[in-house]
């Protein structure tokens, strides 16, 4: 029999209980849509990150007190806790080590819960504060609008200046220019010299609730104790990365007062270790989906092994006739097996479909790339095949060696 | 005043039967259905096989159907032996050399008529342009040539036991096995469908009628009758049996 013959067959047959095929046929589609999604979406983000979306600029690695993944949890969580913050002091004896060895060396500290307020307008209660230097910007992939960065002067007598992100101007500044107006943030009196060009979100987040003024007067106005410096150091070229990498580690450790035996007490992190600080959590979230999506097929597949039982039974009489005028078994196992898989494909191509279009609506909202992940939707339709094929094995068979006496006599 | 039946040479032998048996075991007991039966079918006879429930009818058109195989004994079909064959070459011999008519039709309900006289050619392998117009040519034949298109629902009984005759005929098989084929029908479709029959065996067609009721069985040239599981008398029918006599 050829290929078409049974195909239509199935689709006749199928067609008659349509409801019936409908459900069954959604049980697969809700497994593999829940995997295709997650799958699309975690795939969206990547190529994101790794085509573009960088934390850092190019070139940069930083050193901070906590590690990327700061969810890590648990003993780990509290071994970083532990550690002593990097003070300002050691950042600056870091910076003094390193001075000539790297084209910027960033200093930075924050605070979260800044508002700046002006002509009775306010910002957002979660403004970021950056304390840091003239690197911040470059450091951190933010281009200048208008107006001037923090300079070294500026650090250097801790002026009462700000560098004032888009959202900020948008909020406070609807309608003139804010170079020389002062603003007041928790309290504090900064007199504006520059803005950043808008950044947009990543992951959700806006970029552009930030504000950046010298670490110097950071530390005066919002405090000193329990606060911890992360360090950025951009090297001269790619091809200086890792020379300046070993350098920095060095100073580093010099600069934390650690002997040769002693562990880092400070976390680095770099492009590269953000992407694979993401690819673990992107990994757990992968088996679980994966996990559960497989669950969820196996229900599925249970569910069409029933339904091809119930109709093995009520089709006792077609299966005689079909045997009487010449059907073999195999004919007989061919034709169920093909609509067990019939219904597990098209119930795995809805999956994928639906799967895709969701993953991406989750990706555009995080501003990341569209993508249609191949290789999953690939594995999505060979497992629906093993599925159809594994559930209504059973079943076919059971009609492939019906007798065809017994059978036609079955009303 | 010869009939041209009597002209006819006999053809060659298309069912050879010798002695065969066939016991079930149902539960502690063993039920003979068929306790020794020897027939021989030529082509182009017209036979019908007669008895009582209970007689080995039905378990005799099974074992000749090839749906069955006998307990013991031996059936030849065509000089090949079938005692011997598996389900597939069963099935093969199911497709190509018999055409089933049944009492209740056993059209599959969803398909037209077009389709279910197309299905033995489909399991035969044939390509769709020649399965098409062999089954449309089919239909034709017996008088439905309006009526490809419909599904059996929308037939009248004796156009659906048409459409059956037609799907026993597509392949142009050796014998046309007919399980009461008028069973479920009015008399006076009934006598159409026995009409037809007849103008296949006129065409050289070999069929075989199993029935109860002797007006039925009236219409073969040749009744086998089976009681207990044995044959009790096989004769031609009166008409033809003076004829032949007169002709020896």
């Excluded at chain 1, 808008?198 to 104790?225: H, L, M, W």
């Excluded at chain 2, 006998?70 to 079909?77: A, D, I, L, Q, V």
């Amino acid at each position: 029999m050829r290929f078409r013959e049974i195909i239509t067959m199935a689709v006749i047959s199928l067609g008659a209980n349509k409801l019936r095929s409908a459900l069954t046929m959604t049980g697969i589609t809700i497994g593999v849509f829940s995997v295709i999604s997650v799958m699309t979406a975690i795939g969206a983000l990547q190529t994101s990150i790794e085509s573009g979306i960088s934390f850092l600029g190019s070139n940069i690695f930083q050193f901070a007190k906590y590690p990327a993944n700061v969810n890590a949890g648990g003993r780990a969580q509290k071994k970083y806790e532990n550690r002593h913050n990097i003070s300002y002091r050691q950042a600056l004896k870091y910076y003094e080590l390193m001075e000539g060895n790297a084209r910027e060396i960033c200093l930075k500290s924050f605070d979260f819960k800044g508002q700046a307020v002006y002509n009775g307008m306010k910002t957002t209660p979660s403004l970021t504060v950056a304390g840091s230097n003239k690197s911040f910007l470059v450091a951190n992939s933010y281009t200048l609008a208008y107006g001037r960065n923090i300079n070294d002067e500026d650090v250097a007598f801790s002026r009462s200046v700000i560098v004032v992100g888009k959202a900020v101007e948008k909020r406070l500044f609807p309608h003139e220019s804010p170079i020389g107006r002062t603003i007041k943030l928790n309290g504090h009196n900064f007199t504006i010299i520059g803005g950043m060009a808008e950044k947009g979100t990543a992951f959700g987040q806006s970029q552009d609730d930030i504000c950046v003024i010298p670490i110097t007067r950071f530390f005066e106005n919002f405090g000193e104790s329990n606060r911890t410096v992360n360090i950025a150091t951009q090297s001269f070229s790619q091809e200086l990365y890792n020379t300046t990498l070993d350098k920095g580690m060095g100073a580093m450790r010099i600069a934390r007062g650690l002997r040769a035996e002693q562990e880092n007490d400070f976390e680095l992190y770099s492009n590269d270790s953000l992407k694979s600080a993401f690819e673990s959590i992107a990994g757990v979230v992968r088996i679980g989906a994966f996990v559960i999506s497989l669950i969820a097929l196996v229900a599925a597949g249970i569910g069409i092994m029933n339904i091809m039982l119930v109709s093995v039974t009520e089709r006792t009489k077609e299966i005689g006739i079909r045997k009487s005028i010449g059907a073999r078994s195999r004919d007989i196992l061919r034709q169920f097996l093909t609509e067990a898989v019939f219904i597990s494909e098209a119930g795995g191509v809805l999956g994928i479909i639906f799967g895709v279009i969701g993953g991406d609506l989750l990706a555009l909202w995080l501003k990341a790339n569209l993508i249609f992940p191949f290789g999953w939707a690939l594995a999505g339709l060979i497992v629906c095949s093993a599925i159809g094929i594994g559930f209504g094995f059973y079943p076919a068979y059971r009609a492939a060696r019906l007798d065809p006496i017994d059978a036609l006599r079955f009303e | 005043m010869l009939n041209t039946e009597t002209m006819r040479p006999r053809g060659p032998i298309v069912i050879d039967i010798e002695n065969i048996t066939k016991h079930y075991v149902m539960g502690e007991e063993t039920v003979h259905a068929l306790r020794g039966v020897t027939l021989q079918i030529h082509r182009n006879e017209y036979l019908a096989i007669m008895g009582p429930s209970g007689s080995g009818k039905s378990t005799l058109m099974n074992m000749l159907g090839c749906l069955d195989t006998p307990s013991s004994g031996r059936y030849e079909f065509n000089g090949k032996d079938v005692s011997a064959m598996d389900d597939d070459e069963l099935a093969a011999i199911r497709n190509r050399e018999i055409g089933f008519v049944f009492q209740t039709f056993n059209l599959l309900p969803r398909a037209t008529s077009l389709r279910n006289v197309e299905l033995p050619l489909i399991y035969a392998g044939i390509d769709p342009v020649t399965r098409q117009e062999r089954a449309a040519q089919t239909l034709r034949d017996v008088g439905l040539g309006e009526r490809l298109l419909h599904k059996p629902n929308e037939l009248s009984g004796g156009q659906r036991q048409r459409v059956a005759i037609a799907r026993a005929l597509v392949n142009n098989p050796s014998i046309i096995l007919a399980d009461e084929p008028t069973g479920n029908l009015d008399s006076k479709t009934g006598e159409e469908i026995m009409a037809l029959l007849e103008n296949l065996y006129q065409a050289g067609n070999t069929i075989i009628l199993v029935t109860h009721e002797a007006d039925i069985a009236h219409h073969a040239r040749r009744t086998v009758h089976l009681r207990d599981g044995l044959i009790e008398s096989d004769a031609l029918s009166e008409a033809t049996e003076i004829q032949t006599l007169a002709f020896t």
